[in-house]
């Protein structure tokens, strides 16, 4: 049976991460308020990001930059999304 926790972004109980996504406090945290499906969209757009501002994950402003907009995109706030970026339509 996997295990559930109570989505922070989607403010419902749904099929946790099985480990920790990133290493220290921050994937702690993820790992216990954060749904497999909240993460996998946060992915998707963490790769559009990285690929549309051409960011350098060794550079210490952009990898500052991720998390905010991470932080941001958990809390259902306004987030960074690439320029001219459609959704898909269902």
């Known amino acids: 049976m996997s295990r559930t926790v109570f989505c922070r972004k989607y403010k ?3 099929p946790g991460l ?3 996504p ?17 993460w996998q969209e946060w992915q ?5 990001l990285i690929n549309e501002h051409r960011l350098n994950l060794m550079d210490p ?3 500052s ?3 905010g907009e991470m ?3 958990f809390d259902n706030e306004d987030y960074a999304k ?3 970026y459609v959704p898909p339509s269902s």
């Open 71 to 73: 932080e941001r995109f």
């Open 65 to 67: 930059f991720l998390t």
């Open 82 to 84: 690439p320029e001219g």
């Open 12 to 14: 419902a109980e749904l």
């Open 22 to 38: 990133l290493p220290g406090e921050l994937g702690q945290q993820i790992y216990e308020e954060i749904s497999q499906q909240a």
């Open 44 to 48: 998707a757009n963490q790769t559009m």
């Open 18 to 20: 099985a480990v920790p």
């Open 61 to 63: 402003v952009a990898r």
